[in-house]
């Protein structure tokens, strides 16, 4: 079983930057793939970034890109999201979620972290 533990998150004034980390258990800890995800009150899980974990190839949403960056460190089992030039708007519950062979082939993901809270202020 895997589990992941997110840290980093707190408060934060508008265009200031946050580092969140996401820690695997485990030394068998080998994803196909691992992502970040938002969730604000009221509003819908949405996806923000993820990274494969053998070559490093990135995505993120429109909404983030060119703020925000991905990173992974394999030995560390761990994955990073550097967060910069925040925006009111970024505030959420931010989730890191694992995608293991065949989950992450199909598209899913198949563990989730319990979340750390970001708020953005004025």
């Known amino acids: 079983q895997v589990q992941l533990v997110e840290s980093g998150g707190g408060l934060v004034q508008a265009g200031g930057s946050l580092r969140l980390s996401c820690a695997a258990s485990?030394?068998?800890?080998?994803?196909?793939?691992m992502g970040w995800f938002r969730q604000a009150p009221g509003k819908e899980r949405e996806f923000v970034a993820e990274?494969?974990?053998?070559?490093?190839?990135?995505s993120y949403a429109d909404s983030v890109k060119g703020r925000f960056t991905i990173s992974r460190d394999n030995a560390k089992n761990t994955v990073y999201l550097q967060m910069n030039s925040l925006k009111l708007e970024d505030t959420a519950v931010y989730y890191c979620a694992a995608a293991t062979i065949p989950s992450g082939l199909a598209g899913k993901y198949d563990y989730w972290g319990q979340g750390t809270q970001v708020t953005v202020s004025s």
């Open positions: 990274i494969r974990w053998s070559g490093g190839f990135t």
């Open positions: 485990g030394r068998t800890f080998s994803p196909y793939k």
